[in-house]
């Protein structure tokens, strides 16, 4: 081997073990999904003996596992929209527009949820929830993910528009756009990237959260798919089988999604930060 | 000519500060977003601090006590415990996971194949939820058949065999792992993107200056991905101090609370011991400690920046 | 750029979230469908019927090991349903320290606890009910004619009121591998010797001699041991009197049990990888056969019995030994885990509660809460207990035999005071504290429990 050929392959060699890291446990679950509970734990790493989907029969019956992942999807997506929205507004106003002082307080009020994390205002916004009627309702999670999701929005946002030149707004105002218009035709479509980042990143922690989804909801069929997990964990006790065929079924759709739109996803995390 | 200038330049001063002044607009734009804000989290945040001087099991009605619930922290060792891990998680994001997302970043940037396949799969972890990631992990740790001491069985390391989440030198650490497992990728996904914006030219000129390799890393890249370093720096600090589920979910704390944050110690006192009034005043401690980290962050981020520049 | 895929990707999220929403939208169309036919149905039957209502019940057999226990309520659920026309119960599954911890808890807090659900005895009924959340049953029980038949209400009762009813009761004790047993030459122990002895042959023919899973938030299941240790050496009076000042964790029965279980694990009797393993993976370790004995509450017999179990015909069960103490004889066991009521319930939620009271807690049911799900009855007169496994029968001989019962510590101590023993007995197992440490800290703890509760 040629030393060009050795310095090309030098970096994935150092990237294997990496990987490994980072698809083994991926790869186990898919295994245990497979295995029998004696076989899991007599012979965690070899192939399994049978090629069974018994455990994905059990871990099916008598859950709502498609009714968690429709109400993930949709608890997320509305937050993560709706966060977006009301985001980009605030950002655009704070910006752009001349109230220097309104935009420095607004700003500030916002500066203080970098400072506070959520879990520490569990028990005040379980009692808000209840006095607001939305316990046990999708809005539940909805409103607290949109509020927790607009700061960091919101900074990386204006982070975007600071860095927007004066004359793309000064050439709309010459075409005659008014405060909307500008923008809804001009910043917008400067920043979808931007936006697609902010999409994702809020989107990822919605779909995670696991705190607020336990305890603002309680009917069985409301619940989001990462409490739905925990409780098979403790439905199935120590049938690891079952267990981990109930994570493959809730994992896999999340997989194929993220396989079909990874460049779009990827692309997404990565436009609008490296100026952020 | 000239006045005519001066005049139409006098009127879209004047019109584009109509534009960006517009009262109505500003309202419509801030009002709404404001609201749900102020009400889903500086209400509570409101509510929390009064919680926080009272003595309150969470059914009867909270009674008036001062300061007590804070001389209580100060001289509660379980809380100095919580406290240290999370400086130990702040520090093992900062000294050992951003430096190591830098480095397989820029690793990653210098190969030449194989690029899409990497992004791929170091982001594929952060798209899981904690939960899933909690309770896989729970098992790789698994005192007999966890994979961790089976590997070590299997490569002749018997004696590093440990008892992961039951051991106290390792519970926390083990916890740091998973957390860095899920979310190394997603920083390294962004750090890759500031690396490929650097223009050609810039990379080349300092080639040209002889600049290969690591050299070229150290005094080229990291420079001009510093701002998204930063923020990297920033998210890891505070997703430290926001930890709560991950522990929740491995090791509720244990053994014997040395794996304990501060966050999941409130969740206890509130939720395990129905002590309220104390889990809040641990709440606004929390917010308090992450605001000067904040400060300091931005201390040492001003500064550097100076230096540099 | 990639406009045009960025676009696609956001309008299909969109697409699927909106699909998603209509999705639930739909199903609960359908189910208001479902119930307006029902009532449609009831009406054109009967009547004089109203509209109908919806009552969640919340209950905590959600493991694949309580099927059976929910089959029991179930079938109650609906009996109920036909008894009170218009009436739909909707079950809602929980997981037990979830619903006892977090959710049960936030709900009195704001007061919107569910009509019927699951509750416990001891600290939690005495602050629900102070705090006027739960409903008094005391007439009702009388209207049905079961006032008397319960064998102990002393858990869910404040000051002659009757808050809760328990579903079943429970022992705690050793449950042993007799097949491992036999193979060292073992013997069921009665007394503290013979424990030793058992365990030291057990542990020399390469058997752990206790399987014990307490890592992680399941000290509880150390406590357990040391709460029958303990009250073994220093009687059942010793413990009702921590909080009142009475008596001290730093006294000589406390220090000398604390002292016995440092013995169990500096000798490795105790499953040395106790801290790694939640108390499920410890009852597996028994219920698979690879430890010889389970300390454990009389619930566990489920998992021993069932179908991931291989020692189903091997189990068997005895008490607490003998100490040489005051306790000696006495069984940790009581009545402590049933149903509660929400004292806001209206006037026909109210008929609902007590048409569930009647088909629930009844003769029927608790014969079946003994054949079919292994567990301690908790009312009177079961005579007929063919069907009945040998390992439920010899815990019951267990119980009959013992000279009294004695409650789980923490229900007569506070909250804090529970879990500063769960943190010093898995100190204890990593061994971090000397017993004597473990004593002081904990009187310590409870001195403050106590100051602030006067």
Same mark, same amino acid.
């Given at each position: 081997?040629?030393?060009?050929?050795?310095?090309?392959?030098?970096?994935?060699?150092?990237?294997?073990?990496?990987?490994?890291?980072?698809?083994?446990?991926?790869?186990?679950?898919?295994?245990?999904?497979?295995?029998?509970?004696?076989?899991?734990?007599?012979?965690?790493?070899?192939?399994?003996?049978?090629?069974?989907?018994?455990?994905?029969?059990?871990?099916?019956?008598?859950?709502?596992?498609?009714?968690?992942?429709?109400?993930?999807?949709?608890?997320?997506?509305?937050?993560?929209?709706?966060?977006?929205?009301?985001?980009?507004?605030?950002?655009?106003?704070?910006?752009?527009?001349?109230?220097?002082?309104?935009?420095?307080?607004?700003?500030?009020?916002?500066?203080?949820?970098?400072?506070?994390?959520?879990?520490?205002?569990?028990?005040?916004?379980?009692?808000?929830?209840?006095?607001?009627?939305?316990?046990?309702?999708?809005?539940?999670?909805?409103?607290?993910?949109?509020?927790?999701?607009?700061?960091?929005?919101?900074?990386?946002?204006?982070?975007?528009?600071?860095?927007?030149?004066?004359?793309?707004?000064?050439?709309?105002?010459?075409?005659?756009?008014?405060?909307?218009?500008?923008?809804?035709?001009?910043?917008?479509?400067?920043?979808?990237?931007?936006?697609?980042?902010?999409?994702?990143?809020?989107?990822?922690?919605?779909?995670?959260?696991?705190?607020?989804?336990?305890?603002?909801?309680?009917?069985?069929?409301?619940?989001?798919?990462?409490?739905?997990?925990?409780?098979?964990?403790?439905?199935?006790?120590?049938?690891?089988?079952?267990?981990?065929?109930?994570?493959?079924?809730?994992?896999?759709?999340?997989?194929?999604?993220?396989?079909?739109?990874?460049?779009?996803?990827?692309?997404?995390?990565?436009?609008?930060?490296?100026?952020? | 000519?000239?006045?005519?200038?001066?005049?139409?330049?006098?009127?879209?001063?004047?019109?584009?500060?109509?534009?960006?002044?517009?009262?109505?607009?500003?309202?419509?734009?801030?009002?709404?977003?404001?609201?749900?804000?102020?009400?889903?989290?500086?209400?509570?945040?409101?509510?929390?601090?009064?919680?926080?001087?009272?003595?309150?099991?969470?059914?009867?009605?909270?009674?008036?006590?001062?300061?007590?619930?804070?001389?209580?922290?100060?001289?509660?060792?379980?809380?100095?415990?919580?406290?240290?891990?999370?400086?130990?998680?702040?520090?093992?994001?900062?000294?050992?996971?951003?430096?190591?997302?830098?480095?397989?970043?820029?690793?990653?940037?210098?190969?030449?194949?194989?690029?899409?396949?990497?992004?791929?799969?170091?982001?594929?972890?952060?798209?899981?939820?904690?939960?899933?990631?909690?309770?896989?992990?729970?098992?790789?740790?698994?005192?007999?058949?966890?994979?961790?001491?089976?590997?070590?069985?299997?490569?002749?390391?018997?004696?590093?065999?440990?008892?992961?989440?039951?051991?106290?030198?390792?519970?926390?650490?083990?916890?740091?792992?998973?957390?860095?497992?899920?979310?190394?990728?997603?920083?390294?996904?962004?750090?890759?993107?500031?690396?490929?914006?650097?223009?050609?030219?810039?990379?080349?000129?300092?080639?040209?200056?002889?600049?290969?390799?690591?050299?070229?890393?150290?005094?080229?890249?990291?420079?001009?991905?510093?701002?998204?370093?930063?923020?990297?720096?920033?998210?890891?600090?505070?997703?430290?101090?926001?930890?709560?589920?991950?522990?929740?979910?491995?090791?509720?704390?244990?053994?014997?609370?040395?794996?304990?944050?501060?966050?999941?110690?409130?969740?206890?006192?509130?939720?395990?011991?129905?002590?309220?009034?104390?889990?809040?005043?641990?709440?606004?401690?929390?917010?308090?400690?992450?605001?000067?980290?904040?400060?300091?962050?931005?201390?040492?981020?001003?500064?550097?920046?100076?230096?540099?520049? | 750029?990639?406009?045009?895929?960025?676009?696609?990707?956001?309008?299909?999220?969109?697409?699927?979230?909106?699909?998603?929403?209509?999705?639930?939208?739909?199903?609960?169309?359908?189910?208001?469908?479902?119930?307006?036919?029902?009532?449609?149905?009831?009406?054109?039957?009967?009547?004089?019927?109203?509209?109908?209502?919806?009552?969640?019940?919340?209950?905590?057999?959600?493991?694949?090991?309580?099927?059976?226990?929910?089959?029991?309520?179930?079938?109650?659920?609906?009996?109920?349903?036909?008894?009170?026309?218009?009436?739909?119960?909707?079950?809602?599954?929980?997981?037990?320290?979830?619903?006892?911890?977090?959710?049960?808890?936030?709900?009195?807090?704001?007061?919107?606890?569910?009509?019927?659900?699951?509750?416990?005895?001891?600290?939690?009924?005495?602050?629900?009910?102070?705090?006027?959340?739960?409903?008094?049953?005391?007439?009702?029980?009388?209207?049905?004619?079961?006032?008397?038949?319960?064998?102990?209400?002393?858990?869910?009762?404040?000051?002659?009121?009757?808050?809760?009813?328990?579903?079943?009761?429970?022992?705690?004790?050793?449950?042993?591998?007799?097949?491992?047993?036999?193979?060292?030459?073992?013997?069921?122990?009665?007394?503290?010797?013979?424990?030793?002895?058992?365990?030291?042959?057990?542990?020399?023919?390469?058997?752990?001699?206790?399987?014990?899973?307490?890592?992680?938030?399941?000290?509880?299941?150390?406590?357990?041991?040391?709460?029958?240790?303990?009250?073994?050496?220093?009687?059942?009076?010793?413990?009702?009197?921590?909080?009142?000042?009475?008596?001290?964790?730093?006294?000589?029965?406390?220090?000398?049990?604390?002292?016995?279980?440092?013995?169990?694990?500096?000798?490795?009797?105790?499953?040395?990888?106790?801290?790694?393993?939640?108390?499920?993976? $410890?009852?597996? %370790?028994? @219920?698979?056969?690879? &430890? =010889?004995?389970?300390?454990?509450?009389?619930? *566990? +017999?489920? !998992?021993?019995?069932?179908?991931?179990?291989?020692?189903?015909?091997?189990?068997?069960?005895?008490?607490?030994?003998?100490?040489?103490?005051?306790?000696?004889?006495?069984?940790?066991? $009581?009545?402590? %885990?049933? @149903?509660?009521?929400? &004292? =806001?319930?209206?006037?026909?939620?109210?008929? *609902? +509660?007590? !048409?569930?009271?009647?088909?629930?807690?009844?003769?029927?049911?608790?014969?079946?809460?003994?054949?079919?799900?292994?567990?301690?009855?908790?009312?009177?007169?079961?005579?007929?207990?063919?069907?009945? %496994?040998?390992?439920?029968?010899?815990?019951?001989?267990?119980?009959?035999?013992?000279?009294?019962?004695?409650?789980?510590?923490?229900?007569?101590?506070?909250?804090?005071?529970?879990?500063?023993?769960?943190?010093?007995?898995?100190?204890?197992?990593?061994?971090?504290?000397?017993?004597?440490?473990?004593?002081? %800290?904990?009187?310590?703890?409870?001195?403050?429990?106590?100051?602030?509760?006067?």
């Amino acid at each position: 081997m040629t030393f060009k050929k050795l310095k090309q392959a030098a970096p994935h060699l150092v990237l294997l073990p990496y990987i490994l890291i980072v698809l083994y446990p991926l790869w186990f679950v898919i295994l245990a999904s497979m295995k029998n509970n004696t076989e899991i734990f007599n012979d965690p790493w070899g192939l399994p003996a049978a090629l069974s989907l018994q455990n994905y029969r059990d871990a099916l019956t008598n859950s709502y596992i498609g009714h968690y992942f429709a109400n993930s999807l949709f608890i997320g997506v509305t937050a993560t929209l709706s966060t977006l929205f009301l985001s980009m507004t605030i950002a655009y106003a704070v910006t752009r527009m001349r109230f220097p002082v309104l935009s420095k307080a607004v700003y500030g009020l916002l500066l203080i949820s970098l400072l506070i994390p959520p879990a520490s205002l569990l028990i005040p916004l379980y009692t808000l929830v209840k006095d607001l009627g939305m316990y046990n309702t999708p809005m539940a999670l909805i409103f607290p993910y949109i509020s927790f999701g607009i700061p960091l929005t919101v900074f990386v946002l204006a982070a975007f528009l600071k860095s927007i030149p004066n004359e793309l707004e000064e050439a709309g105002v010459m075409d005659g756009l008014s405060t909307f218009g500008i923008l809804g035709r001009i910043i917008m479509p400067l920043t979808q990237p931007t936006l697609v980042t902010v999409f994702i990143l809020n989107f990822i922690n919605n779909w995670n959260e696991f705190v607020m989804a336990n305890l603002f909801l309680s009917n069985e069929k409301l619940r989001t798919l990462p409490v739905a997990i925990v409780a098979f964990a403790d439905k199935f006790n120590m049938n690891y089988g079952a267990m981990t065929a109930a994570i493959a079924i809730s994992i896999i759709p999340v997989i194929i999604i993220f396989a079909i739109l990874q460049k779009q996803i990827i692309e997404g995390v990565t436009a609008g930060s490296v100026k952020g | 000519m000239a006045p005519y200038i001066l005049a139409r330049e006098s009127w879209w001063i004047t019109h584009m500060k109509n534009i960006q002044r517009n009262y109505w607009a500003y309202v419509i734009f801030v009002v709404p977003a404001l609201l749900i804000y102020v009400t889903f989290y500086l209400y509570p945040l409101f509510q929390s601090l009064q919680y926080s001087l009272t003595k309150w099991n969470g059914i009867n009605d909270p009674v008036f006590v001062g300061l007590s619930n804070f001389a209580k922290a100060i001289s509660d060792e379980q809380f100095w415990v919580s406290f240290k891990n999370n400086i130990y998680f702040v520090l093992f994001s900062v000294f050992i996971q951003v430096p190591f997302i830098v480095f397989i970043s820029i690793i990653v940037s210098s190969a030449k194949r194989f690029l899409n396949f990497y992004k791929l799969t170091v982001f594929l972890p952060c798209i899981l939820s904690t939960a899933s990631i909690g309770v896989i992990w729970q098992f790789i740790y698994s005192p007999d058949a966890g994979l961790l001491n089976q590997l070590l069985t299997a490569v002749g390391l018997e004696s590093w065999k440990r008892i992961w989440l039951g051991d106290e030198a390792t519970a926390f650490l083990s916890i740091l792992l998973t957390n860095g497992w899920q979310w190394t990728g997603f920083y390294i996904v962004l750090v890759l993107a500031a690396i490929f914006a650097i223009p050609k030219e810039m990379l080349e000129a300092g080639e040209m200056d002889g600049a290969t390799g690591w050299r070229k890393a150290w005094l080229l890249t990291i420079p001009l991905i510093r701002p998204v370093i930063m923020v990297t720096l920033l998210l890891s600090i505070t997703g430290a101090m926001k930890a709560l589920d991950i522990i929740l979910i491995m090791t509720k704390g244990g053994p014997f609370g040395s794996s304990e944050v501060m966050a999941s110690y409130m969740y206890k006192q509130a939720y395990t011991i129905n002590d309220f009034g104390y889990a809040n005043a641990i709440a606004v401690i929390v917010s308090l400690f992450t605001a000067v980290l904040s400060l300091i962050f931005q201390y040492i981020n001003v500064k550097t920046r100076e230096a540099s520049e | 750029m990639n406009k045009k895929m960025v676009f696609m990707l956001v309008s299909l999220l969109v697409l699927m979230s909106v699909l998603a929403g209509c999705g639930s939208s739909n199903s609960t169309a359908e189910s208001n469908g479902s119930k307006a036919n029902q009532s449609t149905n009831t009406s054109g039957e009967n009547k004089s019927e109203a509209e109908p209502f919806e009552v969640v019940l919340r209950h905590i057999h959600i493991r694949d090991t309580a099927k059976q226990t929910l089959a029991i309520l179930q079938d109650a659920v609906k009996a109920t349903e036909a008894d009170v026309p218009g009436l739909k119960i909707s079950l809602d599954g929980v997981e037990d320290a979830v619903n006892r911890d977090v959710k049960l808890k936030a709900e009195m807090a704001a007061g919107n606890q569910p009509p019927i659900f699951s509750l416990f005895g001891g600290a939690d009924t005495e602050n629900y009910s102070k705090a006027g959340r739960l409903l008094p049953l005391n007439d009702i029980l009388t209207e049905l004619g079961i006032q008397d038949s319960f064998f102990d209400l002393r858990e869910f009762t404040v000051d002659g009121k009757i808050y809760g009813l328990p579903e079943s009761g429970y022992i705690e004790g050793f449950f042993y591998n007799k097949k491992l047993f036999e193979q060292v030459g073992a013997s069921v122990p009665a007394t503290w010797d013979e424990l030793v002895d058992a365990m030291e042959k057990l542990k020399a023919g390469g058997i752990t001699p206790i399987a014990m899973g307490a890592g992680s938030g399941d000290g509880w299941v150390i406590n357990m041991l040391a709460n029958s240790m303990f009250v073994a050496l220093g009687g059942p009076e010793l413990q009702e009197g921590f909080a009142t000042g009475a008596a001290k964790w730093t006294d000589p029965a406390v220090v000398e049990a604390f002292k016995r279980i440092e013995f169990l694990v500096q000798h490795q009797y105790i499953d040395p990888n106790v801290l790694g393993l939640k108390f499920p993976q $410890g009852q597996a %370790n028994f @219920y698979t056969g690879k &430890a =010889a004995m389970l300390f454990d509450g009389s619930w *566990a +017999v489920n !998992a021993i019995t069932g179908e991931s179990s291989t020692v189903k015909d091997d189990a068997g069960f005895f008490r607490f030994p003998d100490v040489g103490g005051k306790g000696d004889g006495y069984i940790n066991g $009581g009545w402590s %885990n049933g @149903y509660g009521f929400s &004292a =806001a319930v209206n006037e026909r939620e109210l008929q *609902a +509660v007590k !048409a569930f009271i009647k088909n629930f807690f009844s003769m029927e049911n608790q014969k079946r809460t003994l054949v079919e799900t292994s567990q301690i009855a908790s009312m009177k007169g079961i005579t007929d207990i063919q069907g009945a %496994n040998d390992l439920i029968k010899t815990i019951g001989e267990a119980q009959g035999s013992a000279k009294g019962a004695f409650p789980a510590f923490d229900s007569v101590v506070q909250p804090q005071v529970k879990v500063a023993l769960e943190t010093n007995m898995q100190q204890l197992l990593g061994g971090k504290v000397t017993p004597e440490q473990a004593a002081e %800290n904990m009187q310590k703890v409870q001195d403050e429990a106590n100051a602030a509760s006067n």
